[in-house]
């Protein structure tokens, strides 16, 4: 079992507009600065997730850390990675982007006057999360985003469908998921669907959605790093999509390609190189705040 110590929840509750309580973390509360970190898209809670403990660990380790619950889930359900047929009826049917983004900022805005400086942090939807959040929260210390994409979801799901599949089966997956996504923009109301973890309201908000035109938003210093030999997005469509925002004048944003490593941060012989990446920003960070 991956579940790792936090305090308890925070003492301060906080409600969502259908009444319903925003689950939220808050570790070594009593700290200077706070670290907020978004996992990323599968169907677990994030006290079971062990790279945000190592992210907080590596990045702000004296911080206090803030992490925040998808709808529906919390510690009761047991970790499960890649695939699974229990997620929870109230997060099939209310989580999506919107509600994370939504989420995170109202719990911020809670604990924003609380701490000098504020780190957002988060990994593949995570990092969208992030950047989304930084978007609509003002004073923010640094945001970074690790391995979150191109601007399309739709785009990377495709790109990863074309590098992971064999070609006996690839044109057929492709025209399905197509067929999917035409289906999800047409429709007018929800439906039941469980794909990939996610139900209705996920994936009619996701495939609408610009990842990354929050950075034309953020005032603060943005640090996205990206996998080369990533096989879930599209490392060349991330670089040259941030590169044209920051051609267009977005001097806070930097961009970072790691060569040799995947998704997950691992290198070929499956090593996770986690740890060394985040180091890497760190560093990246403190000189962008020392400027």
């Not at 510690?75 to 209310?94: F, I, K, M, T, W």
């Not at 719990?107 to 609509?136: F, N, P």
Request: proline letters at 3%; glycine letters at 6%.
């Amino acid at each position: 079992m991956l579940l790792w110590p936090f305090e308890a929840y925070a003492d301060n509750k906080l409600y969502r507009d259908d009444k319903t309580e925003i689950r939220y973390h808050l570790n070594n509360p009593d700290a200077d600065n706070l670290l907020v970190v978004f996992q990323g898209s599968d169907c677990n809670s994030v006290r079971h997730m062990s790279s945000v403990k190592t992210i907080w660990q590596v990045l702000a380790p004296d911080a206090a850390l803030l992490t925040v619950e998808k709808y529906g889930i919390d510690e009761n359900l047991s970790y499960v990675q890649g695939e699974r047929d229990d997620c929870p009826a109230s997060y099939l049917e209310h989580d999506s982007m919107a509600q994370r983004i939504k989420d995170g900022v109202r719990v911020i805005k809670a604990l924003q006057d609380s701490y000098d400086e504020v780190t957002l942090v988060g990994g593949s939807e995570g990092g969208s999360i992030a950047l989304a959040v930084a978007a609509q929260v003002t004073g923010l210390h640094a945001v970074l985003a690790l391995n979150s994409g191109s601007s399309s979801f739709q785009h990377d799901i495709e790109y990863s469908i074309r590098k992971t599949l064999p070609d006996s089966a690839r044109e057929s997956v492709l025209q399905g998921f197509r067929q999917f996504a035409e289906q999800i923009a047409a429709s007018q109301q929800a439906f039941p669907i469980e794909v990939s973890g996610h139900g209705y309201a996920f994936w009619k908000d996701a495939l609408t959605r610009d990842l990354i035109a929050p950075l034309h938003d953020i005032n603060a210093p943005v640090l996205i790093m990206q996998s080369a030999e990533d096989k879930s997005v599209d490392p060349e469509m991330t670089q040259a999509e941030v590169a044209s925002i920051i051609g267009n004048g977005a001097s806070n944003v930097k961009f970072k390609m790691l060569p040799g490593l995947n998704h997950g941060f691992r290198d070929t012989t499956g090593t996770s190189k986690l740890s060394a990446v985040v180091a890497e920003a760190a560093a990246i960070l403190e000189g962008v705040d020392g400027e």
